[in-house]
Each structure stands twice: as structure tokens, then as C-alpha cells.
């Protein structure tokens, strides 16, 4: 019983010992630990300040090197030199094709696919707007100038041609085609709108948009009483049609009210939108640039460049915009597609004053 009473003893004691000195024994090892995590977040936190010091001086180095400009005298607004390449190389090279090679190019799928991937919705950071860097742009031999607007799709600027004497060129900053602002309308309840406070301030306060031209159907807009930009800028909403159905009475009258607006000073600059931009707007920017004086090849790369937004391959000049030419020359039968555009204007009751003070606002000497 001794001995039982002993082992029993004995083996009490030694779990007792082992309960009590565990905490004791483990202490120090947590201790431990604590002292390595710590000096590996002083020792993280001094790579990230030195990752981020040296990432400042890489930048100050490159404004340096590339010689950037000061705009309107703001140290804190500074663009690249203007000689820099503001288009991708193969967009350059599909600009410059032939109409006959890039029309077969244009129903390629997979050609269109790589412009798209490669030259359009990446494109050089030099030839996206930036803050207030539009407002110093030059007008460049190649357009289109393609603009980065957050939610806004097909967004790009009207101006950039030369006229086809090669005389004159369309003003940019005046007029700025685009894809919807908001989206469809349903249940008479205006769409969500695709515009953060961010794209509204470049819309408004950067490229000064006064207008809001929507060229959407009613049923696209039922509820819409004001721009999705916000209340400063003019909604105006102006159902149209496209491509040889223009010539309706209902598209003819609509034409005659956006051209008197686009010939009040006090409206521009305006932006131009139907759904995707590449249609109606389409449309309605090949009958303007036709009034300007605008090469038929030019105008045609203009409607073209809308393709490379999307991969929709009913978007063909056979199903669009060769109806469109078709139906002016068998209309008006004039020496030339801009006459039948002129006179297409004038059959909507523009005056020929209205399009002289139309060209007077949208065309600038080549220098």
C-alpha cells in the first residue's frame, strides 16, 4: 500500500510539476516570436518607403528627360511634347491603306479583333486626355484623337481632318462624339447612369461641355429630363435616324434644329451621342464633315474607327455607311458627295449663311 500510495504520490507530483511549468517554459518562446514579427514590419515597412522614394525619383527623372510643358503656367498640369507618337503603329498603318485593302481588312475578324485589342482600347497614354491636358492639345495630321472618359465608350473628337483641298482642318475641343451616358430607359425610368464624378468633372470642367446632343429614340430616353452630366449642361434631345432613312421629313426637320445649335457659339462645345456612336452618330458626323469639306476616304476612316470599339460584324460599309452614299448620290446627283451633303442641309431649310458660319466656327488654317 506503501508503494502505491508512493507511486501515487509520486506520479500526482509529476503532473502537477509538468501543469505549472508550462507556462513557464513557453513564455519565453512567445516573447520570441513577438520581438521577429515585429522587426519584420519595421523591416517590410522600410522596403515599401524605399520602394516608393525611389519610384518619385524614376518619376522626377522621366519629366526631366522628356522635357514635359507647363500648361497655362500651373506647375501641378504638365503634358508631353507634342511631337511625341499619339497613335499605335498599327493604327497608323490602317490609316494609311487604300480605301480598297482597308475595306477588306475591315471585314476581317480577326484583324479587326487585334486593332482592337492593340490600338484602341489600350492605346498610347499619350493620345488619351488626362486631366487638363486637353486643353493645350494640337491638332494632329492623323486623327482620331481618342479620349479616356471613365464609362463613356466611342468617345473621341470630331475634329482633326483636313478638308480635301488641304487647306483647312476641323477644330478640335468643338465637338466630341460619343456612346451613351446613361443606359436604356425602361418602365418611363431614366438608365443607369455610366458617369462618376470623375468623368463628369473631364466632361464639364475640362473639356467644357455645354450641350448634350441625344440622338437615342424616345423609348431609349422615356423619364430623361437633364443630361446625365448634371444639371450645367443643356439636354437636348433629338431622335435620329440613320444611314439613307435620313430623309424622312421627321429626320430632316431634326437635322435642321441640331445644325442651328451647332451654329450658336453660346452651345459649344457639344457632345454628340446616340447609343454606341457608331450609327446615328455615325450618321450624323460623315452629313457634317461632308458640309466641311471633308475627303470621302476621311470621312470614311472616321465612320470606320467605331468598329474597333466592337467586334460586331453586321457593322459593315455594305450594311451601313455605303447605303448612306448611295442614297445621296442618287438624291441629289451633284458633282460630289460634300455637294450632296450641302445640299442635303439646305433641303432641311439651313440657309447657305448657316453653313458658312458653321464653317467658320469648325475650320482652322493648316499650318
Not at 446613361?182 to 438608365?191: C, F, R
Amino acid at each position: 500500500m506503501k508503494t502505491r500510495n508512493s507511486e501515487k504520490k509520486s506520479t500526482t507530483s509529476d503532473r502537477d510539476r509538468v501543469v505549472k511549468e508550462e507556462p513557464i517554459d513557453l513564455l519565453p518562446m512567445n516573447v520570441a516570436f513577438t520581438a521577429i514579427d515585429a522587426g519584420y514590419r519595421r523591416a517590410r515597412a522600410f522596403f515599401y518607403a524605399a520602394v516608393a522614394v525611389v519610384a518619385v525619383g524614376l518619376a522626377v527623372a522621366a519629366a526631366v528627360h522628356y522635357n514635359v510643358l507647363t500648361i497655362h503656367g500651373s506647375s501641378s498640369v504638365r503634358m508631353p511634347k507634342s511631337d511625341f507618337p499619339l497613335l499605335h503603329q498599327e493604327w497608323k498603318d490602317y490609316l494609311a491603306m487604300p480605301e480598297a485593302p482597308r475595306r477588306l481588312c475591315f471585314r476581317d475578324m480577326s484583324y479587326r479583333s487585334m486593332l482592337c485589342m492593340r490600338a484602341w482600347k489600350s492605346p498610347n497614354p499619350n493620345n488619351q486626355f488626362i486631366g487638363k491636358e486637353y486643353a493645350a492639345w494640337i491638332t494632329e495630321d492623323i486623327p482620331p484623337r481618342v479620349l479616356c472618359v471613365p464609362g463613356v465608350v466611342n468617345i473621341r473628337d470630331f475634329g482633326g481632318w483636313k478638308t480635301e483641298d488641304g487647306t483647312k482642318r476641323v477644330r478640335q475641343g468643338i465637338i466630341i462624339r460619343s456612346g451613351e451616358l446613361n443606359a436604356k430607359s425602361y418602365y418611363h425610368t431614366p438608365g443607369r447612369n455610366f458617369l462618376n464624378i470623375h468623368s463628369q468633372q473631364i466632361l464639364v470642367k475640362q473639356l467644357g461641355i455645354k450641350t448634350d446632343i441625344d440622338l437615342r429614340w424616345d423609348n431609349e430616353v422615356e423619364g430623361m429630363k437633364q443630361s446625365p452630366i448634371g444639371p450645367e449642361v443643356e439636354w437636348k434631345h433629338y431622335p435620329w435616324s440613320l444611314y439613307q432613312w435620313i430623309g424622312n421629313q421627321p429626320e430632316r426637320e431634326t437635322f435642321f434644329y441640331i445644325f442651328r445649335d451647332l451654329i450658336d457659339r453660346n452651345n459649344l462645345p457639344a457632345l454628340i451621342h446616340c447609343v454606341y456612336g457608331k450609327d446615328r452618330t455615325g450618321t450624323l458626323c460623315f452629313i457634317l464633315q461632308g458640309i466641311l469639306g471633308v475627303s470621302d476616304d476621311d470621312k470614311l476612316r472616321d465612320w470606320e474607327a467605331s468598329a474597333f470599339w466592337f467586334n460586331d460584324m453586321n457593322f459593315v460599309h455594305q450594311k451601313g455607311i455605303d447605303g448612306l452614299v448611295q442614297w445621296l448620290k442618287e438624291t441629289y446627283a451633284t458633282r460630289s458627295v460634300n455637294e450632296d451633303c450641302v445640299a442635303y442641309a439646305k433641303s432641311c431649310g439651313l440657309t447657305d449663311d448657316d453653313i458658312n458660319a458653321f464653317r467658320q466656327i469648325m475650320l482652322e488654317d493648316v499650318q
